[in-house]
């Protein structure tokens, strides 16, 4: 947790709240599917809705930095889409808790695979289930 005493009094900003400015940074770049939990983390994610279980932050003394693992949509160029998360993170944490980020590692856990349809299967069904309603 970062504490600042100022004239009017203290500012504490959690730990999970930079995690949380860093999971919508990084979901917001396109090719990010989902941000990858460990088994603690997802249990977590159960009991606690929070969707940025699988962040790791670590504060210091005016900085901070990131560990996240992700799930990346299959086709993405992912040095590119992991730079990018990168650069969102830092921008973002930097803007707004006034913190400098000094690293932000990204593991690919994963890629999402898109799922295809065979062209006349939804056809067939629709046009099937047409003539049994005729009959």
Do not use: C, W
């Amino acid at each position: 947790m970062i504490e600042e005493e100022k004239e009017l009094g203290s500012v504490k900003i959690d730990n999970e709240v930079l995690s949380s400015i860093a999971s919508v940074a990084a979901k917001k770049v396109p090719g990010v599917h989902k941000i990858a939990t460990s088994l603690i983390g997802g249990i977590a994610q159960i009991f606690k809705k929070t969707p940025d279980a699988g962040i790791k932050v670590v504060v210091g003394e005016g900085e901070v930095s990131f560990e996240l693992g992700v799930v990346v949509e299959y086709g993405v160029n992912i040095p590119e889409v992991t730079y990018q998360i990168q650069k969102a993170i830092k921008e973002e944490v930097e803007k707004m808790s006034g913190l400098k980020v000094t690293r932000v590692d990204v593991i690919v856990h994963g890629v999402k695979m898109k799922k295809h349809k065979p062209e006349g299967e939804t056809e067939e069904k629709t046009s099937s289930r047409k003539e049994e309603k005729n009959d």
